[in-house]
C-alpha cells in the first residue's frame, strides 16, 4: 500500500538530547514536509523539500536539522537547540497540485 | 495578520443539519486551497481542493472559492455525528512552494 511512514509513534527525550524523526513515502511525491502541531494549535511548518538534495526553513526552522539523501526520505532531527520540543511532529508528502498526505505522526515528549 | 484565518469554535450544529465553516486568507497571490479533516489524536486527511472561483462538490461536502473576497468555505451536508473533527483550512501561495494552515475550527455534530 502506498503511503507516508513515520517512526517512532512515542518518543521521550532527555533536556540537551538529540533526537530523529524518520519519514518514509513510497508514494513517489517530489515534495514532502515536516510539520509541528502543539495542543489546540494549527500546523507550523518547520522544513520542507521538494527534490532531492535541497530542502528550505520553513516558519519555525531553529532548532531541527533535515536531510534529502533519497526521494523517498526525508529525517527530521530535533536538536537540543530547541526549546520547547514537546509536541506533535507530522510529515507530509505532496502531488504537484499541492495536496498533501500526511504520515501518522510522531509525539515528542521532553522529560 | 495571520496568513489564513479560521474561528476557532466550538462551532455545534445537530444531526442533520448543515454545518458552515469558513476561512480568510491575506496573501492575493494564492492559487490552490484545502481543507483537512483531524480527529482528535490523528493526523489530517485531505477530504476537498478547489483552485478556481465557485463551488465544487463531493458528495456531502462542498468547497466554496471567493478569490474576490480571499474567502473559502467548506459546506457539510446532513451533518453526522461522525463528522465531529476540527477542520483545517490550509492555502499555497503561488511564489512560495509551501501549503500554509489555518490553526483550525471544531465542529461539534449534536446527535
Known amino acids: 500500500d502506498g503511503g507516508i511512514t513515520q517512526s517512532p509513534k512515542y518518543l521521550f527525550r532527555k533536556e540537551g538530547q538529540n533526537v530523529t524523526l524518520s519519514c518514509e513515502q513510497n508514494?513517489?511525491?517530489?515534495?514532502m514536509y515536516w510539520y509541528r502541531q502543539d495542543p489546540g494549535q494549527g500546523l507550523r511548518l518547520i522544513y520542507y523539500s521538494q527534490i532531492v538534495n535541497d530542502f528550505q526553513k520553513g516558519d519555525i526552522a531553529e532548532g531541527y536539522s533535515v536531510s534529502r539523501e533519497k526521494k523517498e526520505s526525508f529525517p527530521l532531527t530535533v536538536t537540543s537547540a530547541q526549546k520547547n520540543p514537546t509536541a506533535f511532529y507530522l510529515c507530509?508528502?505532496?502531488?504537484?497540485?499541492?495536496?498533501?498526505?500526511f504520515g501518522e505522526g510522531s509525539r515528542l515528549t521532553v522529560l | 495578520q495571520k496568513e489564513v484565518e479560521q474561528n476557532s469554535g466550538p462551532l455545534s450544529v445537530p444531526e442533520g443539519a448543515i454545518a458552515s465553516l469558513n476561512c480568510t486568507y491575506s496573501d492575493r497571490g494564492s492559487q490552490s486551497f484545502f481543507w483537512y479533516r483531524q480527529y482528535s489524536g490523528k493526523s489530517p486527511e485531505l477530504i476537498m481542493s478547489i483552485y478556481s472561483n465557485g463551488d465544487k462538490e463531493d458528495g456531502r461536502f462542498t468547497a466554496q472559492l471567493n478569490k474576490a473576497s480571499q474567502y473559502v468555505s467548506l459546506l457539510i451536508r446532513d451533518s453526522q455525528p461522525s463528522d465531529s473533527a476540527t477542520y483545517l483550512c490550509?492555502?499555497?501561495?503561488?511564489?512560495?512552494?509551501?501549503?500554509?494552515f489555518g490553526t483550525g475550527t471544531k465542529l461539534q455534530v449534536i446527535p
Open positions: 508514494l513517489n511525491h517530489d515534495a
Open positions: 507530509a508528502s505532496s502531488t504537484n497540485s499541492w495536496e498533501l498526505f
Open positions: 490550509a492555502v499555497n501561495s503561488g511564489g512560495y512552494q509551501k501549503v500554509t
